[in-house]
Structures are given as C-alpha cells and as structure tokens.
T-cell receptor, first 118, second 115 residues
Framework: DTEVTQTPKHLVMGMTNKKSLKCEQH?????MYWYKQKAKKPPELMFV???????INESVPSRFSPECPNSSLLNLHLHALQPEDSALYLC?????????????????FGPGTRLTVL | AQKVTQAQTEISVVEKEDVTLDCVYE???????LFWYKQPPSGELVFLIR??????QNEISGRYSWNFQKSTSSFNFTITASQVVDSAVYFC????????????FGPGTRLSVLP
C-alpha cells in the first residue's frame, strides 16, 4: 500500500486563524516531508523529519510549525498566515535513505491540501 | 549545486503520437538518483521511476520508456502512443547522496494530449 493521506483537501482561512494540516502514512517509512507548491511551479521543500526528528527546515517562516507526533503522522500548524501563503501543501514519505539521510529514497506523495488565505 | 533543467515548458500532441520529455541535470556527486513524477490536474504527485547513477540501462514499462545517458547528463522520458489520460505536468528530480540534501525538482513540463 503506497498511500499517503492528507486532510483537509481544501482549507480557507483568515490571516488571524489557527489551523492544522494533517498527513498520515502506514508504509513504515521513517522520513516525512512537507512541500509547498505554487501554481505552475515545482514543489518546494519546507521541512524534513527523519525518525521523528526535524532534520531540515528550509528557512520557513515561524508562522508554519511542523510536528511529528509519531512515525505515521505529520502535522503542519498554521498561524497568522499571509495571502501569499496560499498554495498546494504536499506531504510525502520515504524510507530514511540508503545513506541514512532522508531524501535519497523514493518519496510517495499525498493528494495535498489546497490552502487559501484571505 | 544540484540543478535540473526541463527545457520544454509545454508540449501538445494528438492522441496516439509518441512524445519525449527532456531532462538534463547537473551534479558534482558520483552517486545520485534520478526520478520522474507525474502530476495530473488532481494535484497528487505520482511516482513513475527511480534510477541510480550506476545503472545506465534503459527501462520500459508499458507505454513508458526512459533513456539515461550519463555522458550527456540526461534522463529523458518517452510516452509511446499517447493517451488523453497522459495529460499532466511531469517533473524530473535529482537527489544526491553525498553533497545534496534533498530532492531537487525540475520546473516541469506540461503535456497536453488532444483527442
């Protein structure tokens, strides 16, 4: 089963709201990722968790706060977002990497959450 | 730094035509992985293939085939007898083992297959 699930599918929020995006996988993967994708652009990496520890934060603003409660779940907490944060947010998972680092193994992606910030 | 180029921004073909999507990469690593993903209008990125730098054999999977040439740093993707369901954005990606940290995606090629 190569399924990664994400909820919600769509989210509309105001700039003062607090919301969370959720991602779940049951493939036994120990690396999980958050990507942001703007229209007509490739996905941009935001965060990488490896063995439930944050291993990479690509200089993402603090209004995005990731959390990995266990090896199957990944959350992205959102607070005080800006309209330019509107995008498709993709979650992915993979084995932890042939060299022990996340990022070298095949990443399996969820369907994404389409976020609109008003 | 890792870099992936997909020179074709958009391609349109008529159903049943063959189409090749180009991917050229740059890396200083000797061990790396190349990937192709498909993103249909629904948004989900669908994994198509992973190839490591030591395996230059071409691969065929149904109507899909891949041509990996280290000499030209290219990893091209051909769809034979294209179908309307092949319409999507296709991304090539590179992951280095030693020097890089993560996937680097190319800018993508939007393929439209017309009936």
């Amino acid at each position: 089963d190569t399924e990664v699930t994400q909820t919600p599918k769509h989210l509309v929020m105001g700039m003062t709201n607090k919301k969370s995006l959720k991602c779940e996988q049951h493939m036994g993967h120990r690396a999980m990722y958050w990507y942001k994708q703007k229209a007509k652009k490739p996905p941009e990496l935001m965060f990488v968790y490896s063995y439930e520890k944050l291993s990479i934060n690509e200089s993402v603003p603090s209004r995005f706060s990731p959390e990995c409660p266990n090896s199957s779940l990944l959350n992205l907490h959102l607070h005080a977002l800006q309209p330019e944060d509107s995008a498709l947010y993709l979650c992915a998972s993979s084995q932890a990497g042939t060299s022990g680092r996340a990022g070298t193994d095949t990443q399996y992606f969820g369907p994404g959450t389409r976020l609109t910030v008003l | 730094a890792q870099k992936v180029t997909q020179a074709q921004t958009e391609i349109s073909v008529v159903e049943k035509e063959d189409v090749t999507l180009d991917c050229v990469y740059e890396t200083r690593d000797t061990t790396y992985y190349l990937f192709w993903y498909k993103q249909p209008p629904s948004g989900e990125l669908v994994f198509l293939i992973r190839r490591n730098s030591f395996d230059e054999q071409n691969e065929i999977s149904g109507r899909y085939s891949w041509n990996f040439q280290k000499s030209t740093s290219s990893f091209n993707f051909t769809i034979t007898a294209s179908q309307v369901v092949d319409s999507a954005v296709y991304f090539c990606a590179l992951s280095e083992v030693i020097y890089g940290q993560n996937f680097v995606f190319g800018p993508g090629t939007r393929l439209s297959v017309l009936p």
